[in-house]
């Protein structure tokens, strides 16, 4: 065998990010926890900031994304990730600081800080992951919860006369004088992997650049908490997600 012939990890088309530690994967099957993971470690080490961030991890799901990523983390009481990063950012303004929330802790026990952190223009990128459910505790009913969508709190569907609505975080984020980036992506179809990857760089920047706050929004799938298998579940959340959270730039200045 020649050496051309030898097949290097830096001339293969797909390679695990440098900056993913060696952690079992522990999410269900079809999560879309472990691509978000991926992207983050590869935009972190292409813009040369491994040194230069800080996560913060709250509760649920999102919290053991410090297991895999090797950067610096800072946990987070529940819904508070916001207010921590604000603290972090201000101490350390040469610094990238993001949070990663599920929609549970952003837009429920989290919903003051996440406004009035966006409110000020923190110079903070908020990374929400939004499958609609609360995935870690038992699949309850979240804020995002679809209207007639079954769930362990809403076992006949929810009802809005009884629950409310389902709330739609990043539109009221949008409409906030700090907020710079609000976008609302998926990863569900290589597409829509790429065009993920480039807002979470433009969020990352918009930290470095300190133009005020960066909401990415995941429309996420969560198959156990659904009760279905990952096709399904990508199946579900492109009829019944995406006409409610549909993809695309809510603003960007």
Same mark, same amino acid.
């Given at each position: 065998?020649?050496?051309?012939?030898?097949?290097?990890?830096?001339?293969?088309?797909?390679?695990?990010?440098?900056?993913?530690?060696?952690?079992?994967?522990?999410?269900?099957?079809?999560?879309?926890? !472990?691509?978000?993971?991926?992207?983050?470690?590869?935009?972190?080490?292409?813009?040369?900031?491994?040194?230069?961030?800080?996560?913060?991890?709250?509760?649920?799901?999102?919290?053991?994304?410090?297991?895999?990523?090797?950067?610096?983390?800072?946990?987070?009481?529940?819904?508070?990730?916001?207010?921590?990063?604000?603290?972090?950012?201000?101490?350390?303004?040469?610094?990238?600081?993001?949070?990663?929330?599920?929609?549970?802790?952003?837009?429920?026990?989290?919903?003051?800080?996440?406004?009035?952190?966006?409110?000020?223009?923190?110079?903070?990128?908020?990374?929400?992951?939004?499958?609609?459910?609360? !995935?870690?505790?038992?699949?309850?009913?979240?804020?995002?919860?679809?209207?007639?969508?079954?769930?362990?709190?809403?076992?006949?569907?929810?009802?809005?006369?009884?629950?409310?609505?389902?709330?739609?975080?990043?539109? %009221? %984020?949008?409409?906030?004088?700090?907020?710079?980036?609000?976008?609302?992506?998926?990863?569900?179809?290589?597409?829509?992997?790429?065009?993920?990857?480039?807002?979470?760089?433009?969020?990352?920047?918009?930290?470095?650049?300190?133009?005020?706050?960066?909401?990415?929004?995941?429309?996420?799938?969560?198959?156990?908490?659904?009760?279905?298998?990952?096709?399904?579940?990508?199946?579900?959340?492109?009829?019944?997600?995406?006409? %409610?959270?549909? %993809?695309?730039?809510?603003?960007?200045?």
């Amino acid at each position: 065998m020649i050496e051309s012939d030898i097949i290097k990890p830096e001339n293969l088309v797909y390679v695990k990010p440098r900056l993913m530690n060696d952690t079992p994967m522990h999410y269900c099957p079809g999560c879309s926890h !472990g691509v978000v993971h991926k992207l983050i470690a590869e935009v972190i080490d292409e813009m040369g900031l491994e040194e230069k961030t800080i996560g913060i991890a709250p509760v649920g799901c999102a919290v053991f994304a410090y297991n895999y990523i090797d950067i610096d983390w800072q946990e987070a009481a529940h819904g508070r990730a916001p207010a921590v990063a604000t603290a972090v950012k201000r101490l350390n303004p040469d610094k990238m600081v993001f949070t990663y929330q599920g929609d549970g802790d952003l837009a429920a026990i989290g919903t003051a800080e996440t406004i009035h952190a966006c409110n000020r223009g923190e110079n903070i990128a908020i990374v929400f992951i939004n499958n609609a459910i609360y !995935g870690m505790t038992g699949g309850q009913m979240a804020p995002t919860t679809l209207q007639g969508m079954h769930t362990s709190t809403s076992p006949h569907g929810r009802d809005e006369k009884y629950s409310g609505y389902p709330l739609k975080i990043s539109d %009221l %984020l949008a409409l906030l004088d700090g907020t710079c980036l609000v976008t609302r992506q998926a990863v569900h179809t290589a597409g829509a992997i790429r065009k993920t990857k480039k807002m979470l760089r433009k969020a990352f920047e918009n930290s470095m650049a300190e133009k005020g706050t960066s909401i990415v929004e995941i429309v996420s799938t969560c198959p156990s908490g659904w009760k279905l298998n990952p096709d399904q579940a990508n199946q579900w959340m492109v009829k019944n997600m995406f006409p %409610l959270y549909p %993809l695309g730039d809510l603003k960007d200045i």
